[in-house]
């Protein structure tokens, strides 16, 4: 064999290197990383922060009509007293992605398209995107790990483009923010999923620095601002599948005298595999339910209305003066 052989083998398939390795080693230690966003999908999402802002003024009833709430806080339009107001894509409701998907956002605002058509298309770009950039962090992670791009296929099988509807959903959503003006606030937690994309209009969000904190007084180091800057936090479902080798991004998001929009991309399994964790260096297979309630086990929602919240705690609290839950996971959303 001589040396052109070796240049003749294709490089792996995948997307090229996004983090530097300093960038992976604090995202791995911390849990989180402060990012600035490629171009494309920050003008996306300037048009997002708009198309939201539009659509969070019309009335409760509007809203409700047009993203009716299911399933908890997990589908449609959530308002939570005094706090905050959000709604929560998982699929599309108004038309399929043939119906929507294809127009540019800045092209389908001047389309005079309903809000509702407008406002899916944008978050179906938004979606595509946003996916596409924690995929190639993903494959980072996995290139570090010395491991295949291919341990991602299943795991993020129709996750990365917005479904066309309830039927081919996973858990995987784009939510859109409103946080009122001081009282707004999200208590303390980590994610449920894989990554997630946090982007916001203002101050608030707040990272745990792991590094930085002491066991009696806790550091927290605030998010950027702006659509072209976002914060990756990594979730409980990457923990797990990397052995616990890499840290859950704990946060929470302070009060703002103006208050805040934001746009949360979280990226979840799909749950239409059964979940290797031998591709990963681990042990065992999962169903990919059982993946997703064992990463709920001790949550709080911490975007739920308070009474529910209270009513979580309470019984956390209660199973945890009998013994049956472990203090360290009372911390959480979901
Ligand atoms: O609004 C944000 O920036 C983050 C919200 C959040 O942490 C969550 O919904 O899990
Ligand atoms: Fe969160």
Not at 135 to 143: A, E, G, H, T, V
Not at 159 to 168: F, I, K, R, S, Y
Not at 213 to 229: F, L, Q
């Amino acid at each position: 064999m001589d040396e052109h052989d070796d240049l003749s083998v294709p490089p792996p398939a995948g997307p090229p290197p996004l983090l530097s390795d300093e960038q992976l080693v604090s995202l791995a230690r911390q849990g989180w990383l402060c990012v600035d966003l490629p171009e494309a999908l920050s003008r996306t999402l300037k048009v997002l922060f708009n198309d939201s802002g539009k659509f969070l003024k019309l009335t409760s009833q509007v809203k409700t009509r047009l993203y009716p709430k299911k399933l908890g806080t997990e589908f449609g339009y959530y308002p939570v007293e005094n706090e905050k107001e959000y709604v929560t894509f998982r699929c599309h409701v108004h038309g399929g992605p043939k119906e929507v998907l294809g127009i540019d956002p800045l092209t389908a605002a001047s389309t005079g398209a309903p809000v509702g058509a407008q406002l899916e298309n944008n978050v179906a770009w938004a979606w595509r995107e946003a996916a596409q950039y924690l995929f190639r962090i993903l494959c980072d992670i996995s290139r570090a790990s010395d491991l295949d791009f291919s341990v991602w296929d299943n795991i993020l099988d129709g996750t990365l483009t917005m479904p066309g509807g309830e039927e081919e959903m996973t858990h995987t959503l784009m939510r859109l923010f409103r946080y009122f003006p001081s009282t707004g606030f999200a208590g303390q937690h980590s994610d449920l999923g894989l990554l997630t994309l946090c982007v916001a209009s203002g101050q608030g969000l707040q990272a745990l620095d792991r590094v930085g904190s002491t066991r009696d007084t806790p550091a927290w180091v605030d998010a950027p601002v702006g659509p072209d800057k976002a914060m990756v936090l990594i979730g409980e479902t990457l923990r797990a599948l990397s052995s616990n080798t890499v840290n859950t991004g704990v946060h929470r998001v302070v009060g703002n005298p103006e208050g805040r929009n934001s746009i949360v991309f979280a990226l979840r399994h799909s749950n239409r595999h059964d979940i290797d964790f031998g591709l990963f260096g681990g042990e065992g297979v999962m169903t990919a339910q059982e993946l997703w309630k064992s990463v709920q086990v001790g949550k709080i929602n911490i975007n739920s209305v308070k009474e529910l919240r209270d009513k979580q705690r309470a019984k956390y609290d209660a199973e945890r003066s009998k013994g049956q839950v472990s203090d360290t996971i009372i911390n959480g959303q979901r």
